[in-house]
């Protein structure tokens, strides 16, 4: 299935939809357009990758992580954007079986796609802690993104976004977690002094605490991976240092899971709406 439209006209799409304060519903429909031509040329991919013996899930962007990025990133990314369609391949085990994936991977759609693909190690340049092997591959030349994950990447990445939910999206791009003293400012209407100063102190204790689990979550990943790179080398995964070690990333990440069980998403002023402080 071909794009219903050229690259500039994607491009135009995606500078319109960011300079407009509510998009056209044209603007909208024609994105939707482009989103039901990427699943379908993202349905016949994963069907590929699924020929080579893995188990793919798949995943076009929606309307609302598309418009968010192109806040962030600029109308232009629209056009040259690799994972507005992708899949991820998870993994059993470490390093080795990865870079053997990846290479599968490769290889088969070299032979079947116009365009070369293309890989990206984000195990060599990790953002915000976030570690995988693309694959960037072009059936009927578009692009779609594999991304190929050991077991504990997946982990951790699955956790780290379950994290950025709850107190900032901007987490994932090495942004702090969110401040949300303007919102209290704008919820407190005619509080004394001391209330206030109350109210900050307790902002702010519990800002030091995201922040901290932020660092703690990126000091697991660094963990994850030292370990993976020395199972990589020869290393015997079962040495009882090795299971120390990964014992505690796995405690590490049910500890999160659990903590976040009780946590309330952190307000935003977007979502107070009109309401001034």
């Known amino acids: 299935m071909t794009l219903p439209c ?10 319109r939809l960011i300079t407009q304060e509510d998009p056209a519903e044209e603007d909208l429909s024609l994105l939707n357009e482009l989103l039901v031509a990427y699943d379908e040329i993202l349905a016949s991919a994963m069907d590929g990758v699924r020929e080579l013996g893995f188990n793919p899930t798949g995943r076009i962007k929606n309307t609302g992580t598309i418009l968010e990025k192109l806040h ?6 629209l056009k040259s954007i690799q994972d507005l369609a992708g899949m991820r391949v998870v993994l059993p085990n470490g390093r080795v079986e990865q870079d053997a ?4 991977i490769k290889n088969a759609f070299t032979k079947s796609c116009p365009r070369e693909p293309k890989l ?8 915000a802690g976030y570690r995988a092997m693309h ?6 030349g578009v692009a779609v993104e594999v991304q190929v994950r050991t077991r504990w990447q ?18 994932r791009y090495g942004e702090p977690p969110i401040k949300w003293w303007d919102v209290i ?3 407190s209407g005619h509080e004394s002094p001391e209330r206030l100063a109350t109210m900050r102190e307790l902002h702010d204790a519990s800002f030091a605490v995201h922040e901290a689990m932020v660092e703690s979550a990126l000091a697991i990943a660094e963990l994850i991976e030292a370990l993976e790179q020395e199972e990589a080398s020869g290393t015997d995964p079962d040495h009882p240092e090795m299971q120390k070690l990964w014992q505690y990333v796995q405690s590490g990440l049910a500890d999160f899971r659990t903590r976040m069980g009780d946590m309330t998403p952190v307000p935003t002023m977007e979502q107070l709406g009109t309401v001034e402080p």
């Open 185 to 187: 400012m704008a919820e």
């Open 120 to 127: 990206i190690d984000r195990r060599e340049n990790p953002s």
């Open 72 to 77: 962030r990133h600029g109308g232009s990314w």
């Open 6 to 15: 050229s690259k500039t006209q994607i491009e135009r799409l995606g500078k």
């Open 101 to 104: 994936a990846t290479a599968l």
């Open 135 to 140: 694959v960037v591959i072009y059936p009927e």
């Open 154 to 171: 997946h982990e951790w990445a699955d956790t780290f976004e379950k994290l950025a939910d709850l107190i900032g999206r901007g987490i």
